[in-house]
Each structure stands twice: as C-alpha cells, then as structure tokens.
C-alpha cells in the first residue's frame, strides 16, 4: 500500500469528521425532532447529497460495475428509472407527508390504520436494517476497503478477519454520526462526501478512458463505443439481470418503496425546513440518479476492454479499476470518498433504525411521561445494540452464494413492496379497514417467501412483486367493499410546516424525465450502437424546444411577479 495513498486517505476523512464535530457540538438536541429529523431545518442541497449519499454504497459501485462488466448496461434500470420515480415522490408523496407533519412513515399507518399495523410495520423495517442493509453496507464497504489497503498482506490475516476488522471500524465511526450527532451530523457529512464523490466517481471512467485509449482520452471513447457495442446495451433482455420489462412493473414499485416510504431515505425529506426546499432536494437527487451510471456501470464496461472477459471475479473489477488508472494521490481521495458513501449509507439507516425504536416501540410501550432525552438516550442504547449486531453478521455474507447486489434487492422483497402496498392502498381509499392492512401484509410475505424459498419459481423476482401488489391491492379494496371503516379517513394537517411548493418543479421534472429518456436512447439500438443518428438528432431537437418553452414560462414568471410587486 503505497504511503501517499494512505495520507491522502487520511486527509480528506480527518477533515470531514472535524468539520462535522465542529457542526454538530453547537447544537446538543435537547429535542426529538432536533435529534431524529435535524431540527427540521434541511435545505433542498443537504437533502440531496444526504439521500444520494444513504442510497449509494460499496454495494452499488461493486455489484452494479460487475454486472455491467459480466453483461451489459441493462443494470443501469435501478439508477436511470429512479429519476421517473423521484418526480412522482416530489410532487405527488411529498407534499403529504409535510402536511401532516410526521416524523415516520409508521405514523401515518397508525393515522390511517391502527397501532397494531403501525408496530407490525416497525417491525418490518427494523427486521430489513438488521438482516438486510446494515451487515450489507458493511461487508460490501469491507470488501472494497481491504483490497485496495491490502489490508490481509499488510496485516498478515485471513480474508474473513479483514473484513471482520474492517466492518467493525465502519460501525465505530457510524456510532458518531448517527448516534452522537442525529440526523444533522449524518447530513452535514453527507454533502462534503457527496461533492468528493461525484468528483471522484467521475475520475474513474475519464482516467479510464485514457487508459484504454493509451494516453488519449478520445481513442479510449472510439474503442468504448465501437469495440463490443453490445456491452452498452440498456435495454435488457429476459436473460439479463434486470430485463426491460421490469421498469414498468416490480422495479417501479420497489423504487417507489424505497424513495417513497423506505424511513432511512424518507427522513430526509421530513426533516426539510419546508415543502419547497423537500422538493428542490428531492427533485435534484433524482438528476444525479440519472447521470449516476457514468460513475457506476460505465467502469464495468471499461474494465471489460482493459482486463478482458475473463480476468478474475467480477466483484473486483471496479477495484482494480482504480487501483491501476488513478494517480496514487486520486486513490486515497476517492478511498476516502467511498468511505464516506459507506458510512453515509450505515449510519443514515442507523439513523432511522433509533428513530423507530425511540418513537415507534419505546415510547408508546414505556415511555409515557419520558422526556425528549430520555427517548434519544434509549434511542442511542438501541443503535448501538443492533450496529454491534451487524458488525457481527457482516462477515459471513461472503458466504452467501448469490452475487452480492442481486441477493440484496430479492431479500427487500420481502419488507419493501408489502410496506408500500399498505401505504398506497391509505393514501388512495377512505374505507378500507385496518385488518384489510394485516391480511394484505400477510399474505404478501408469506407468499413471497414460499416462491423464493421453497417453490423457487422462474418468473423475475421483479416480476413476482408486481404480481403479488396487483393481488393484494385488490384484496384490500375487497375486504373494504364488505367491512368497509365505520367513518371516512381523514388525514390530519400540520399548520406548523409551510407547504407551499418549489415553482419551478414541473421545469425542473421535466428536465429529469427527457434526461431519463435520453438516457435509454443513448444506450440502446437506436443511440450510440445504431448506425441511424435521425434518432439522436430527433432527441436534441426536443431538448432544445423544451429548453426554450422552460425559459419563456420563467420570463413570463419573472413578469408576473415584478408587476404584482409594483402594484402592491
């Protein structure tokens, strides 16, 4: 391991934490929302960074690069599609959410159910961080941060120790963040690494390029785009890990979950000091998740023509990629960049995990009467209990024998569509009772876990959700039709947050949906593979005329607003 790697490590990391500390120690949060949803008070940047942050991970960068690297683009659905996704959630869930002022997505279950759906739901997540994502993070985290330190030679340990001490370091730092600092800390950090991560995301596939192209980036993007055009193919088949299909049924429902409902990603935006700023962020986060393939899958496709088809395990590929293509002192910065991504993602979720225990098991079982501190301290107890649980999982994932991203997006199959069924099924009926709720969650899980377990059926995963949400959305509006709820739901309002909306967030959504669209014709038949260019020419053409109907309706805005000024 070279030295100057090691210090430039050390370097950016150092100064994130300092920083954060520096941020944080001012603000003690004697209060629940100050703690859990930092103070309320997050502008639409911090939310951004925060939730692309939480969301990208070891797991996306290895797993996503690797499948690129084995197939093709087809992997780069879970990114490009969130876009269309977080539009839907900026302008439809969002506002919701904010009027009524909840601090969890089990709040409303309650609002709308009961508690017992409201506890059953709790459950659910708490079971997914624990199982799923946290030991997840970690080992991905672990994986990557071993082979670029070697930390087996240097230290003269086995591959499971490594990661085992490796893991064990995230967790530790996760603890600062997430249970010394709350929500803010987890933010404030989120936006230094955010910024370094894209700035050294995008390193990878330029000094890759040069790389392949033997000093000249241009020759690098020739042989990219022309020496195995199938391997930028987006649009996958029925063989490819995510076939095209499913963007239009289990896939759009997962992201829906996961950006919509998922309490780790969906705290963020409750803690926004107001619905424009909620959507400014979430609005922006989507634009990165469009352009997030460049840095994600792209340098699979790369480390393809540089180390050939069959140059070792996939997993390790993106690993390489940088070892061999950044300057020495670049490694360290982008180590250090990737560290904070991992951490981003285990301490956000840590996060959330202490905010449902304090809020949604503790305080209404023991804590009535319990001041706000005495619930973040309890809240603290529980995240450290179940950090050392992961750290303790984390290591024996390298057992499993599933590809690390696939087995971690069938496995959410079982907490995240049942969730967001329920939570579709509330916002979009008044009469549908609580137990339609249990039985719908019910029959979900169990039915997912036998074609997954034990009938082990061929249909894509994907493909089963949307099958299963289509059934159990109908049987909930069946059970609602004969025992409907004696009364109309009626959704509370917060007066207290101001819901007035972002302006420009039908601009700024169209920007991102024709982003999502050129994003599929460039990497497709009829984009940079095809020998017809009328296409892409057609695409720029829109662009421009949307371009300029954007800027005319901001004129006619900027009008509109300076002739209601002079006549006030």
């Known amino acids: 391991m070279s030295l100057t790697v090691f210090l430039s490590f050390l370097l950016f990391t150092g100064f994130v934490v300092i920083f954060t500390y520096r941020k944080v120690k001012r603000d003690q949060h004697h209060s629940k929302d100050g703690f859990f949803l930092g103070g309320r008070s997050l502008t639409g940047g911090l939310i951004a960074s925060s939730l692309i942050l939480t969301n990208l991970s070891a797991t996306s960068f290895v797993g996503m690069s690797a499948q690129a690297y084995t197939n093709n683009m087809s992997v780069m659905g879970w990114e490009v599609a969130s876009g269309v996704t977080l539009v839907i959630i900026a302008l439809l869930l969002v506002p919701r959410y904010l009027k009524q002022g909840i601090t969890t997505i089990p709040d409303f279950l309650e609002s709308r159910y009961d508690m017992s759906v409201k506890k059953f739901v709790t459950l659910l997540f708490l079971c997914q961080y624990v199982i799923n994502i946290l030991p997840t993070t970690l080992y991905a985290g672990a994986v990557v941060l071993s082979e670029i330190f070697d930390i087996k030679d240097l230290l003269g340990i086995t591959e499971f120790q490594s990661i085992a001490l490796i893991s064990a370091t995230i967790g530790l730092l996760g603890f600062f963040y997430a249970i010394y600092g709350g929500l803010k800390a987890v933010v404030i950090a989120d936006t230094i690494n955010g910024i370094g991560l894209i700035i050294g995301g995008l ?90 393939p460049l840095f994600l899958i792209i340098p699979g496709v790369i480390a393809y023509h540089l180390f050939g088809a069959n140059a070792g395990n996939p997993d390790s590929m993106y690993t390489r990629l940088v070892n061999e293509v950044l300057p020495k002192p670049l490694v360290g910065f982008f180590v250090a960049v ?69 087995y971690l997006q069938m496995v959410a199959g079982f907490f995240s569509v049942p969730i967001f069924t329920i939570v579709f099924v509330g916002y979009i009926s008044k009469r549908v009772p609580a137990i339609a709720a249990k039985i719908a969650l019910a029959v979900f899980v169990t039915s997912y876990a036998s074609m997954q377990l034990i009938f082990k059926i061929e249909l894509h995963f994907l493909h089963q959700l949307a099958i299963l949400f289509v059934v159990c959305t109908f049987l909930m509006f069946a059970i609602g039709y004969f025992f409907p709820r004696t009364t109309d739901y009626q959704m509370p309002i917060n007066e207290s947050i101001d819901i007035t909306p972002w302006k420009f967030r039908f601009e700024a959504s169209a920007i991102v949906l024709y982003m999502v669209l050129g994003a599929y014709i460039m990497f497709s038949d009829i984009g940079f593979i095809s020998d017809d260019p009328s296409y892409m020419q057609v695409y720029g053409v829109c662009g421009v005329i949307m371009l300029a109907g954007i800027i005319l309706r901001t004129r006619k805005q900027k009008k509109a607003l300076t002739a209601s000024l002079k006549n006030s």
């Open 203 to 292: 390193m990878i596939p330029i000094f890759g390029l040069i790389a392949l192209g033997h000093g000249s980036f241009s020759a690098g993007l020739d042989t990219l785009l022309s020496a195995a055009p199938e391997k930028l193919q987006s649009v996958g088949s029925e063989k490819d890990p995510l076939p095209f299909s499913t963007l239009f049924t289990g896939l759009l429902l997962v992201n829906l979950y996961y950006w919509g409902t998922d309490q780790s990603i969906v705290q963020r935006v409750l803690g926004a000091k107001n619905l424009k700023e909620a959507q400014k962020g979430v609005i922006g986060a989507g634009l990165i998740k469009v352009i997030s």
């Open 338 to 406: 990737m560290f904070g991504a991992i951490l981003s993602t285990f301490n956000g979720v840590l996060n959330s995990s202490t905010t449902l225990f304090a809020l949604n098991v503790y305080k209404p079982l023991f804590g009535k009467g319990k001041t706000d501190l005495e619930l973040i301290g309890k809240g603290r107890i529980f995240g450290v209990v179940i950090a050392m649980i992961s750290i303790c999982i984390a290591p024996f994932i390298m057992f499993a024998p599933e590809g690390l991203f696939q």
